[in-house]
C-alpha cells in the first residue's frame, strides 16, 4: 500500500472557480503534512505547511483530518497562474526522516 | 542568491559507466536529500542525511551511494547506472530538525543511462 495517495486528475477548471484536492496517507504515525507546487517537471516548490488546526494563506486553504487520515488542499477564485500538479507530503520522523510524495494532481486553470 | 545546484543538468550515458552527480547548497543547511521522480509514481527518496557524515537510506537507495564530508555537498553517486536508473533526480535540503518538511529543491538532473 502507498504511503501517500493522490487523485491524478487531471481537474480542469475555469478561472475564478473554486477546486479542492484531498490525499490520504496510510501510517497514523505520520506528524507532518505539506502540499508542494510543480510546474511542467520543474522542481517542486513549498506552498504551505497543513497544521492541525488547519491553516489558510490567501487563496489557498489546507485541512489535516487525523481521524480519517487525509489532508486537503482548497483554492478559491482559481487563477491561470495556479495551473501546476500538487504534491502531498507527508513525514514521520518517528521511523527517521523520510518523506513521502504523492504522485500528484494536475490542475489546468482554463480561461 | 540562496540556492540548491545540481550539476550537470542533463546526462547521456552507457549501462555500467560510474557517474556522479554533484549538489551544492549554499544555506548552510543540515538537512540534505535526493529523489527520483518517474511518471505515476511520484517523488521518491532515495537516501538523505541530517548532517555532516550522518547519511540514511530512503525508499529506493539500491543502486546509488551517496556521501557527506562537507555540509554544503551531498553528491549521488551511480556505481554501474542501469537503465531502470533512467530518471528525473532532484536534490533538496532543508535548514533543521525543526523544519524538515520546508525543502528547497535543487532545478533536476535528467538522466538517461542506455
Known amino acids: 500500500r502507498k504511503e501517500v495517495e493522490q487523485d491524478p486528475g487531471p481537474f480542469n477548471v475555469p478561472e475564478g472557480a473554486t477546486v479542492a484536492f484531498n490525499c490520504t496517507y496510510s501510517n497514523s504515525a505520520s506528524q507532518s503534512f505539506f502540499w508542494y507546487r510543480q510546474d511542467c517537471r520543474k522542481e517542486p516548490k513549498l506552498l504551505m505547511s497543513?497544521?492541525?488546526s488547519g491553516n489558510e494563506d490567501g487563496r489557498f486553504t489546507a485541512q489535516l483530518n487525523r481521524a480519517s487520515q487525509y489532508i486537503s488542499l482548497l483554492i478559491r477564485d482559481s487563477k491561470l497562474s495556479d495551473s501546476a500538479t500538487y504534491l502531498c507530503v507527508v513525514n514521520n520522523r518517528n521511523t527517521g526522516n523520510q518523506f513521502y510524495f504523492g504522485t500528484g494532481t494536475s490542475l489546468t486553470v482554463i480561461p | 542568491e540562496a540556492q540548491v545546484t545540481q550539476n550537470p543538468r542533463y546526462l547521456i550515458t552507457v549501462t555500467g559507466k560510474k557517474l556522479t552527480v554533484t549538489c551544492s547548497q549554499n544555506m548552510n543547511h543540515e538537512y540534505m536529500s535526493w529523489y527520483r521522480q518517474d511518471p505515476g509514481l511520484g517523488l521518491r527518496q532515495i537516501y538523505y542525511s541530517m548532517n555532516v557524515e550522518v547519511t540514511d537510506k530512503g525508499d529506493v537507495p539500491e543502486g546509488y551511494k551517496v556521501s557527506r564530508k562537507e555540509k554544503r555537498n551531498f553528491p549521488l553517486i551511480l556505481e554501474s547506472p542501469s537503465p531502470n536508473q533512467t530518471s528525473l533526480y532532484f536534490c533538496a535540503s532543508s535548514p533543521d530538525r525543526a523544519v524538515l518538511g520546508i525543502q528547497y529543491f535543487g532545478a533536476g538532473t535528467r538522466l538517461s543511462v542506455l
Open positions: 497543513v497544521y492541525s
